[in-house]
């Protein structure tokens, strides 16, 4: 049997919830000032059509952050160099990470709104799993690198949305210093000292 498709309405209203929560978490002070009922009256839909739509408010905050970060996903998945999986693996791994930061710079309320939802480690959520495993995949493509799989959780602490607010609001860092920072530090991780005999 076919699977159905969505009703053309149902599609509208769920475009409308994503495009209303974003630019409310956006406008928002802090995460936790944007309710339900806010988003619902945002979309001009009823509170019921967002609770079947997304379940609860930490659903639509995955939801929604899964569709923002939905093109990059793509590009890592089958897009070309720099990001996607022909690229040489340490050329990759400086790409990955900058699109991460890059990512989070432009939907920081959204990547601290899903940071702070609370109910699960940050580690169980399925977009971390993605990365890490993106990640690891490419520096255990490093000839010799050690420890690859802890190698990528300390990499992907480093792009941590509340570390990257933090370096953004307390210590003033321009976009471009982020980046190059990163990138510096990334680079000193990956240039593995030759074995001793």
């Not at 160099?81 to 400086?94: A, C, K, N, S």
């Not at 799993?129 to 490093?142: G, N, V």
């Amino acid at each position: 049997m076919p699977e159905r498709k969505p009703r053309a309405d149902a599609v509208r209203n769920r475009e409308a919830v994503l495009v209303a929560a974003d630019r409310l978490f956006a406008d928002r002070d802090r995460p936790e000032q944007v309710t339900m009922a806010d988003i619902a009256a945002a979309a001009g839909v009823g509170k019921a059509t967002l609770f079947r739509g997304f379940t609860d408010r930490t659903g639509l905050i995955r939801a929604l952050y899964a569709a923002r970060l939905e093109p990059v996903r793509r590009a890592v998945t089958d897009g070309p160099h720099p990001l996607g999986p022909d690229t040489p693996p340490r050329e990759r791994v400086l790409a990955l990470l900058d699109a991460l930061l890059c990512f989070k710079l432009d939907h920081r309320h959204l990547s601290l709104a899903l940071e702070a939802t609370g109910n699960d480690s940050p580690y169980d959520a399925e977009h971390y799993d993605w990365w890490h495993d993106t990640l690891r995949h490419a520096l255990e493509r490093l000839p010799g690198f050690p420890n690859a799989d802890f190698a990528a959780h300390a990499l992907l602490a480093a792009v941590r949305a509340d570390l990257v607010g933090h370096l953004v609001d307390r210590e003033h860092a321009s976009r471009e210093q982020l980046r190059a920072d990163l990138a510096a530090f990334t680079t000193t991780l990956l240039t593995v000292p030759p074995a001793t005999a």
